[in-house]
Nanobody
Framework: QVQFVESGGGSVQPGGSLRLSCAAS????????MGWYRQGPGKERERVAD????????VYADSVKGRFTISRDNAKNTVYLQMNSLKPEDTAVYYC??????????????WGQGTQVTVSS
């Protein structure tokens, strides 16, 4: 089973940037689509950004479109989320997970610990 370790979170002021990383262990990373998710205080977990197995197709939630960029390095079993122009409403714990395809909805792996992102002045 694929497992994930997220890192790179922190506290930033509005308008700031962060780059999150998600390192995957286990076999088959390069054949899976990957997604970043987040769960804000008192909110349900939501999908933020998706990337196809080869990295050519990306999909973003409307709330982050134009500000966040997802990418992956299959040689390193790692997926990234570059977050620019951060807003207070981006405050959340961020997670990653794999899916069979970018169109699939069911995450495949166990949820990691996540990485906390706090945007506040």
């Amino acid at each position: 089973q694929v497992q994930f370790v997220e890192s790179g979170g922190g506290s930033v002021q509005p308008g700031g940037s962060l780059r999150l990383s998600c390192a995957a262990s286990g076999s088959g990373f390069s054949i899976y689509a990957m997604g970043w998710y987040r769960q804000g205080p008192g909110k349900e977990r939501e999908r933020v950004a998706d990337i196809s197995s080869g990295g050519r197709i990306t999909v973003y939630a409307d709330s982050v479109k134009g500000r966040f960029t997802i990418s992956r390095d299959n040689a390193k079993n790692t997926v990234y989320l570059q977050m620019n122009s951060l807003k207070p409403e981006d405050t959340a714990v961020y997670y990653c997970n794999a899916r069979l395809s970018i169109a699939a909805t069911q995450p495949l792996g166990s949820w990691g610990q996540g990485t906390q992102v706090t945007v506040s002045s």
